[in-house]
C-alpha cells in the first residue's frame, strides 16, 4: 500500500482517528506523518499532558473579557527564571523551583483540579524536614503563647517564651 | 551492608522467577522525581547549568553509601548512538524524553538494570526502580532508600507546603509516580476492559500504554499508574495502586477462567494459531507480533501451551521492538526488512522450543 499523502513511499504507519464518533483512516509514510505532525505515539507535535495542563491553566483567562484581577495573573513573572505566567500557562511546565513561590497566588486552583488538594503530606527531606518539624513546632508554641497572653496567664507565657528562644537557637541551619 | 547486598542478590533471583502474580503482572516500577535548590530546571537550563546539575549528583552514586546497590554506570547521552538509545527507550530504561530532548542528559545504570537514575530529564533527577511481578512495596522501599543517599549529598528544591518541587505541576508532592505494568488479555476479548478502566480512573490512577504516555496498549498490555502526588502520602499512593491492581487481577483471573470454561475450543484454537503463525510466518509486523504473543502468554498460563517459558516471552516483546532488531540484524534497515527480520527472530526462538 502506497502513502494516501504523497503516493510515492510505501505507507508504514496506519492508525485510526475518531473524533466525536468519526472514524477516519491514515495509511501514511513516516516522511509525511512527521510533516503533518498528526497524533503518533512517540512522535513530536502529539498531544501531551502539557498540552492538556495548558489548556487547564488558560481556563483563568478564558472569559471574554479579561479582568483586571486576571490580567495581573497575566503579569506575574519569576524573578529567578524569568518565566512568565503567561509562558508557564502556555507550556504547562515550571522553570525553576521559585516559580512556586511567584505564582503561588495561581496555584491553589490549579493543585486542587489536579491532584484534589494543595499541600503536600508525604517525605520529608531529612535535613531540610528536621529544620520545617523545628519550623512547625515554633509556630505551634508561638501560638500557645498568644493565648497564654490573652488568657493572662503570664509564668506559663514566660516558659513558652524561654522555649521558642531555645528551639531557634537550636534550629538546623541550611 | 551485607545484608543489603544479600536482598540485591535474592531480589535478581526474584528477576529470574518473575516475582509476584506474573502470570499477570509483567513488572512494577517506582519513579521520584526530584530537583535541585537554586538552579533553573532543564527545560530553562543553559547547558553550563545542566553541566552544574550532572556534576552535583553523577559523583554521588560513585560514593561509599551507594555500593550498597551493587555497582553503577553512567552512560552521557550525547556520547550514545541514536540505536544505543533507542534500545534503552524499548528496555524501559530510560524515557522517550531523555532520549530525545535532553540537554546535558545522563543515566546512571546498576549491573542488573533494576535501578536507573535519568538526570536532566524533565526535572534535574528521576529515580526509576523496577521489579518483576507486582512488587510495588519493595519497589518504593529501595527507591526510597537511593532518594535519602541523594538528599544526603544534595539540596533538593523542598518546600513546606507543596512538597517536592517539580517541573511538571503534576508530579508536584512526593514526585512519585508507582506504576504496574499488566497483561489482561481475558479482559479485553470479554469487553470487559473499558469498564474496569474507567473505574480505576474514578479511584485517581490512570492508565497508560507501555511506552508511558500517550502510547497506546499493545499486546494487552497496560500499564496502570496514581495519578495524584500532592495531598496524598506515598504509601497512600503506594497501598491503592496494590489494592486496585489486586482486584484487576482478581478480575482478570475470573474471565479467564471463563473464557476457558465457556468457549475452550475457541480461545484454544486461537492460541494455537498465534503459536503457528509466529513459528512460521515470514513478515511480522510489530502490532501483530505483540497481539499473538499476548495469545501465547494467556496459552501458557492456561495450559493450553507447555512453552515457551514466561521469560522468553518478555524477552520477546522487548526483541520484537525496532531498535533491537536493528541491533541484533544491522543497522539500516527499511519498515518491510523489520517485518522481516522480526517474523525470522521469533520462528528461530519459538520453534526450537518445538
Given at each position: 500500500m502506497l502513502c494516501q499523502e504523497c503516493g510515492v513511499k510505501p505507507a508504514t504507519l496506519h492508525f485510526t482517528k475518531i473524533v466525536n464518533g468519526e472514524k477516519t483512516e491514515f495509511h501514511i509514510c513516516e516522511s509525511c506523518a512527521r510533516e503533518k505532525g498528526e497524533l503518533i505515539p512517540g512522535t513530536a507535535g502529539g498531544f501531551s499532558i502539557h498540552s492538556l495542563l495548558s489548556g487547564l491553566l488558560d481556563l483563568e483567562g478564558a472569559g471574554k473579557e479579561k479582568n483586571a484581577a486576571a490580567q495581573t495573573v497575566q503579569g506575574l513573572r519569576c524573578e529567578n527564571c524569568g518565566m512568565t505566567y503567561s509562558q508557564f500557562s502556555k507550556l504547562g511546565r515550571f522553570g525553576c523551583s521559585s516559580c512556586y513561590k511567584y505564582f503561588d497566588s495561581t496555584l491553589d486552583p490549579l493543585f486542587r483540579r489536579v491532584h484534589g488538594s494543595t499541600a503536600h503530606v508525604g517525605k520529608l527531606p531529612k535535613r531540610a524536614g528536621a529544620q520545617i518539624m523545628c519550623k512547625r513546632k515554633i509556630d505551634e508554641l508561638k501560638q500557645e503563647l498568644q493565648q497564654s497572653i490573652a488568657d493572662e496567664e503570664f509564668e506559663t507565657a514566660a516558659e513558652l517564651r524561654d522555649q521558642i528562644r531555645k528551639l531557634e537557637k537550636e534550629m538546623p541551619q541550611e | 551492608m551485607s545484608s543489603l547486598r544479600f536482598t540485591e542478590q535474592a531480589l535478581s533471583e526474584w528477576m529470574r522467577c518473575g516475582g509476584s502474580h506474573s502470570e499477570i503482572v509483567i513488572s512494577s516500577r517506582m519513579r521520584i522525581a526530584r530537583n535541585l535548590e537554586h538552579l533553573p530546571f532543564p527545560l530553562l537550563a543553559s547547558a553550563e547549568q545542566s553541566e552544574e546539575v550532572l556534576e552535583q549528583l553523577a559523583p554521588?552514586?560513585?560514593?561509599?553509601a551507594a555500593a550498597n546497590f551493587g555497582s553503577f554506570q553512567l552512560l552521557k547521552l550525547d556520547e550514545l548512538d541514536e540505536l544505543d538509545k533507542k534500545v534503552l527507550v524499548e528496555k524501559h530504561l530510560i524515557s522517550p524524553n531523555l532520549a530525545n530532548d535532553s540537554r546535558g542528559g545522563a543515566v546512571i545504570l546498576n549491573e542488573d538494570e533494576s535501578v536507573s537514575i535519568m538526570i536532566n530529564e524533565e526535572d534535574h533527577l528521576r529515580i526509576q526502580c523496577l521489579f518483576p511481578g507486582l512488587?510495588?512495596?519493595?519497589?518504593?522501599?529501595?527507591?526510597?532508600?537511593?532518594d535519602d543517599i541523594f538528599e544526603g549529598s544534595v539540596n533538593y528544591a523542598f518546600d513546606d507546603r507543596r512538597g517536592y518541587l517539580t517541573s511538571c505541576p503534576t508530579n508536584v508532592g512526593t514526585g512519585l509516580r508507582a506504576?504496574?505494568?499488566?497483561?489482561?488479555?481475558?479482559?479485553?476479548?470479554?469487553?470487559?476492559?473499558?469498564?474496569?478502566l474507567s473505574a480505576v480512573n474514578q479511584v485517581g490512577l490512570t492508565v497508560?500504554?507501555?511506552?508511558?504516555?500517550?502510547?497506546?496498549?499493545?499486546?494487552?498490555?497496560f500499564q496502570i499508574s496514581n495519578q495524584i502526588t500532592l495531598g496524598q502520602t506515598e504509601n497512600e499512593i503506594i497501598e491503592n495502586l496494590h489494592s486496585v491492581v489486586t482486584q484487576i487481577i482478581e478480575h482478570e483471573r475470573n474471565a479467564r477462567e471463563r473464557l476457558l470454561a465457556d468457549s475452550a475450543l475457541r480461545i484454544t484454537d486461537r492460541i494455537k494459531r498465534s503459536y503457528g503463525i509466529l513459528s512460521y510466518a515470514a513478515v511480522m509486523e510489530l502490532k501483530e507480533s505483540a497481539q499473538r504473543l499476548s495469545d501465547l502468554r494467556l496459552g501458557v498460563d492456561l495450559g493450553i501451551l507447555e512453552g515457551p517459558p514466561i521469560s522468553v516471552l518478555n524477552e520477546l516483546n522487548v526483541k520484537t521492538q525496532p531498535g533491537f532488531l536493528q541491533k541484533m540484524f544491522g543497522d539500516e534497515m527499511t519498515a518491510t526488512e523489520c517485518d522481516m527480520y522480526r517474523a525470522k527472530l521469533l520462528r528461530e526462538t519459538l520453534g526450537s522450543q518445538h
Open positions: - | 554521588v552514586f560513585q560514593g561509599e512488587q510495588v512495596r519493595e519497589a518504593w522501599v529501595r527507591a526510597t532508600a537511593i506504576s504496574v505494568m499488566v497483561h489482561l488479555p481475558a479482559l479485553v476479548m470479554t469487553h470487559q476492559i473499558n469498564r474496569i497508560r500504554g507501555i511506552y508511558g504516555e500517550g502510547s497506546e496498549a499493545v499486546g494487552n498490555i
